[in-house]
């Protein structure tokens, strides 16, 4: 029997020696490699937590004691080891166990998390109830420092400071966001690590003692103490116990003994205290390690040699648009990038490769980056922002407030928009047309192909206006890219399919499910469908729908986001103020519903919005 089958719950962690806990560790490392490497996943930061979650749940009596996991996508040992083992197979896939914690799949999840930096205020409030209730259990925050760039992160610091519940904040210093960290916080943390006098006295300490030959027990214990004197006599002033937090650190966060040393000691303070845990995003498996990454949110890959399983299919949005972007700013010595901390996943690398120093990676800071390229282009300079559908919406009071307001023109655009594979609830790009297309002032345009896409992005520094670009998380149709910019008015659908029985009104790419539909349709029930790229949700082309709509008894909207409150509703709107009667409208999206976890395949499936979806709706419709 493997040690893994021995734990059940995280009590069976607790009567290990530190022998079996390091045997354990590396089980679960094997464990956590061939999950990944089959179908994908959040590998480098859950290599880097084993021995840290092992010593949380070892120290801690979870669920009495709360664990929070900021961001959440490091909290694959935590399932394992708190009864999903069994399950982890199932990570990120329909029906299975979400990539994230889930307060609904669990009871040892204590928060659902996804969007980054959430952590410290939750713990906080948690910390405060807990106090006025006359409760005594534990409140960990686990936080990363990349996520401590989040603005809310850093508000609740500032509170917590101030209030000083009792709480454990857990910062697992890796160095690296998705990419390298990132600004003067992260400069900071290193600073503790290496800049300071103690480190170095620590390490001389131990350099002599191990050049001692038959060195004791008691003496290394010595060590220890007088290591623990100098550390708080040497420690000046770090940015967090200027700000009320306790400082205790740095911890080796792969020395399984100095974690739950330095835990047991953090959970007898009756205020606020920051464990500073250092550790390696990818430890214990070397092409993570080299590569952390490339393997923060992996593609399945071979165990033995870490090369990526690539598949062959054109270029993702992502890609044409850092394309896109970098030949742009070859052309025009003012465009600047911006990304809040996702240059690769934004394509946006590309550009960042070749012009370092006119492309910004601010940390993950939606809502600085949307004033920042407000300050920017009011100033005369003409920035572009990539940014995940799912995160814009930390950024939207920006947009209202700050860039609709004064009619600032950045160029945005909105990756990941639409229904996503494998990371669930929280990333799903479903509100962005529902939020935007209120917003005085603003285009929002949703390419049907990566060609159109790279006029739209061209085109849209010529709108002098705030516009959004969005597109999906998914391979390009591998249609051929023109090589000339071409300019594209604002407002201006397009029709692809001219038939009279029946209209689909597309957005984005689900334009293509509409004229696949509208084939099997002429070609099994006679049926002759418009097909129309609305490509623009606004400014709506009112005039050249109207004239479809006064054209068509039966009408299908397709779109890849909310219904509610989404394009269907701006149809709506039209037929009903132009008195337009006896029409049939049925509206394609996302219902007012939790998405669950499962591949984007699956998900328009579920929702009709495939093309095997929308001919069955067409069906159904019409009656046929
Ligand atoms: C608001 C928000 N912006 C961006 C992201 C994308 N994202 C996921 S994890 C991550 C890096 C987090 O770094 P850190 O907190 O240091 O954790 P690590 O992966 O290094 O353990 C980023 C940028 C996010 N989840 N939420």
């Known amino acids: 029997m493997s040690l893994l089958e021995r734990i059940c719950g995280p009590e069976d962690l607790k009567s290990m020696d530190l022998e079996e806990v390091a045997a354990l560790a590396a089980e679960i490392r094997e464990l956590l490699i061939n999950v990944v490497s089959k179908s994908g996943g959040h590998l480098a930061s859950n290599l880097g937590v084993v021995e840290l979650t092992l010593a949380l749940h070892r120290v801690f009596r979870v669920p009495e004691d709360r664990i929070i996991w900021d961001v959440g996508h490091q909290c694959y040992t935590h399932k394992i080891v708190t009864g999903r083992r069994d399950r982890i197979e199932s990570i990120r896939k329909k029906d299975g166990i979400c990539g994230y914690p889930d307060i609904f799949e669990s009871e040892f999840d204590a928060l659902n998390t996804g969007h980054a930096s959430t952590s410290l205020a939750f713990a906080s409030g948690m910390?405060?109830?807990?106090?006025?209730?006359?409760?005594?259990?534990?409140?960990?925050?686990?936080?990363?420092?990349?996520?401590?760039?989040?603005?809310?992160?850093?508000?609740?610091?500032?509170?917590?400071?101030?209030?000083?519940?009792?709480?454990?904040?857990?910062?697992?210093?890796n160095k690296m966001s998705i990419s390298p960290n990132v600004g003067g916080i992260s400069k900071h943390l290193n600073y503790l690590v290496s800049g300071r006098p103690y480190i170095r006295l620590k390490e001389l300490v131990q350099a002599i003692l191990k050049n001692i030959p038959g060195i004791g027990k008691p003496m290394v214990e010595l060590a220890r103490k007088i290591e623990v004197l100098i550390r708080t006599m040497m420690v000046p002033g770090s940015l967090f116990d200027e700000l009320g937090v306790k400082y205790i650190g740095p911890i080796n966060g792969h020395d399984q003994a100095e974690l739950e040393k330095e835990l047991n000691e953090a959970k007898k303070y009756d205020f606020p205290v920051l464990l500073h845990v250092v550790s390696e995003k990818g430890h214990g498996y070397q092409p993570a390690e080299e590569n952390p990454s490339s393997f923060h949110s992996s593609l399945p890959f071979e165990v033995a040699n870490g090369k990526f399983l690539k598949s062959h299919t054109p270029p993702s949005y992502s890609t044409v648009f850092g394309q896109t972007v970098l030949k742009i700013m070859r052309e025009d010595p003012d465009v600047l990038a911006i990304t809040a901390a996702m240059p690769e996943g934004t394509g946006l690398n590309l550009a960042q490769q070749e012009f370092p120093d006119r492309v910004y990676d601010v940390g993950i800071a939606e809502q600085y980056m949307f004033d920042m390229a407000g300050g920017l282009s009011l100033a005369g300079l003409k920035p572009i922002i990539g940014v995940y559908s799912t995160f814009l919406q930390r950024a939207v009071d920006q947009v209202t407030h700050d860039l609709s307001l004064m009619k600032i023109p950045v160029v945005v655009g909105i990756d990941r928009a639409g229904l996503v594979s494998g990371d669930g609830p929280t990333h799903q790009g479903i509100y962005d047309i529902a939020l935007l297309h209120p917003v005085p002032n603003v285009v929002l345009a949703a390419p049907r192909d990566e060609n159109e896409m790279q006029h739209l992005i061209h085109s849209a520094f010529t709108y002098a206006c705030p516009v959004f670009i969005r597109y999906p998380k998914e391979p390009g149709r591998g249609v051929e890219m023109e090589k000339q910019f071409r300019d594209i008015l604002p407002g201006k659908?397009?029709?692809?399919?001219?038939?009279?029985?029946?209209?689909?009104?597309?957005?984005?790419?689900?334009?293509?499910?509409?004229?696949?539909?509208?084939?099997?349709?002429?070609?099994?029930?006679?049926?002759?469908?418009?097909?129309?790229?609305?490509?623009?949700?606004?400014?709506?082309?009112?005039?050249?729908?109207?004239?479809?709509?006064?054209?068509?008894?039966?009408?299908?909207?397709?779109?890849d986001g909310v219904i509610n409150g989404g394009f269907a509703g701006l149809i709506r709107?039209?037929?009903?103020?132009?008195?337009?009667?006896?029409?049939?409208?049925?509206?394609?999206?996302?219902?007012?519903?939790?998405?669950?976890?499962?591949?984007?395949?699956?998900?328009?499936?579920?929702?009709?919005?495939?093309?095997?979806?929308?001919?069955?709706?067409a069906r159904r419709l019409m009656g046929l």
Do not use: M, W
């Not at 603005?151 to 857990?170: F, M």
């Not at 001219?498 to 099997?520: K, M, N, S, T, W």
């Not at 132009?578 to 499936?605: C, F, Q």
């Open 127 to 173: 910390a405060l109830a807990r106090s006025r209730q006359k409760k005594d259990y534990h409140v960990v925050a686990v936080i990363g420092d990349g996520a401590l760039t989040g603005g809310v992160a850093l508000e609740a610091l500032n509170h917590i400071g101030q209030v000083k519940p009792r709480l454990i904040i857990v910062l697992n210093d």
């Open 493 to 559: 659908c397009e029709t692809l399919r001219a038939g009279r029985d029946l209209l689909f009104l597309g957005v984005g790419p689900l334009v293509y499910h509409a004229l696949e539909a509208a084939e099997r349709l002429s070609a099994t029930a006679g049926v002759e469908a418009t097909v129309v790229d609305v490509r623009f949700i606004k400014p709506l082309d009112k005039e050249a729908i109207l004239n479809h709509l006064r054209d068509h008894k039966y009408v299908i909207t397709l779109e």
């Open 573 to 617: 709107e039209l037929i009903l103020a132009n008195g337009l009667k006896d029409l049939n409208l049925l509206s394609l999206g996302v219902p007012e519903v939790i998405v669950p976890t499962a591949s984007r395949s699956e998900l328009l499936a579920q929702y009709q919005l495939d093309a095997d979806g929308v001919e069955r709706s």
